[in-house]
T-cell receptor, first 109, second 116 residues
Framework: QKEVEQDPGPLSVPEGAIVSLNCTYS??????FMWYRQYSRKGPELLMYTYSSGNKEDGRFTAQVDKSSKYISLFIRDSQPSDSATYLCAWGSSYKLIFGSGTRLLVRP | NAGVTQTPKFQVLKTGQSMTLQCAQD?????MYWYRQDPGMGLRLIYYSASEGTTDKGEVPNGYNVSRLNKREFSLRLESAAPSQTSVYFC???????????????FGDGTRLSIL
């Protein structure tokens, strides 16, 4: 079993839609959780970072962590064409991060 | 704001050639990392350096060597390139240090390497 499972997509939605991206993980030793956004031919860019279970909001983005179910989600409200990218979930323990393989999102104008 | 800078951006090598990928960060970060990204595989850690003067293996270290030249610079060397090493290579850095290990990583824009 992979340490991190993420649906590769692609996920295609109309502009203005609410997007839900999800990841599951298997290792309960993971201590912190992140979402990265990666545009084509660019490096991953940190979007959200949290230690704890529950919700964390930043503008149109909300990260939700459920440690008991080993499940994290990223919600994007009022999605824009500029949100079209690959979204990577990541889990950390000590110095290292484990990444999901990414979900490709396309927001249609 | 330069952040993490990688050179070169693109390179084509022949099997058996050697090459060094360069990475420099200007954020005074303690830790630096090298990843490779392949389709459907996500980012896989090759090597990391938790502090100047130390390096450790990651998930896929075979065929690679690294040097933490100073706090700013961390290079990745392919001694004898193989087609299986065709990939996009990313360098990252973070504030993570002894007693402060859970810190986000910041990435460069990658080196696209093709080995024929």
């Amino acid at each position: 079993q992979k340490e991190v499972e993420q649906d590769p997509g692609p996920l295609s939605v109309p502009e203005g839609a609410i997007v839900s991206l999800n990841c599951t993980y298997s290792n309960s030793a993971f201590q912190y959780f992140m979402w990265y956004r990666q545009y084509s031919r660019k490096g991953p860019e940190l979007l959200m970072y949290t230690y704890s279970s529950g919700n964390k909001e930043d503008g149109r983005f909300t990260a939700q962590v459920d440690k008991s179910s080993k499940y994290i989600s990223l919600f994007i409200r009022d999605s824009q064409p500029s949100d079209s990218a690959t979204y990577l979930c990541a889990w950390g323990s000590s110095y290292k991060l484990i990444f999901g393989s990414g979900t490709r999102l396309l927001v249609r104008p | 704001n330069a952040g993490v800078t990688q050179t070169p951006k693109f390179q084509v090598l022949k099997t058996g050639q050697s090459m060094t990928l360069q990475c420099a960060q200007d954020m005074n970060h303690n830790s630096m990392y090298w990843y490779r990204q392949d389709p459907g595989m996500g980012l896989r850690l090759i090597y990391y350096s938790a502090s100047e003067g130390t390096t450790d293996k990651g998930e896929v270290p075979n065929g690679y060597n690294v040097s933490r030249l100073n706090k700013r610079e961390f290079s990745l060397r392919l001694e004898s390139a193989a087609p299986s090493q065709t990939s996009v290579y990313f360098c990252a850095s973070s504030e993570a240090a002894v007693g402060l290990s859970n810190q986000p990583q910041h990435f460069g824009d990658g080196t696209r390497l093709s080995i024929l």
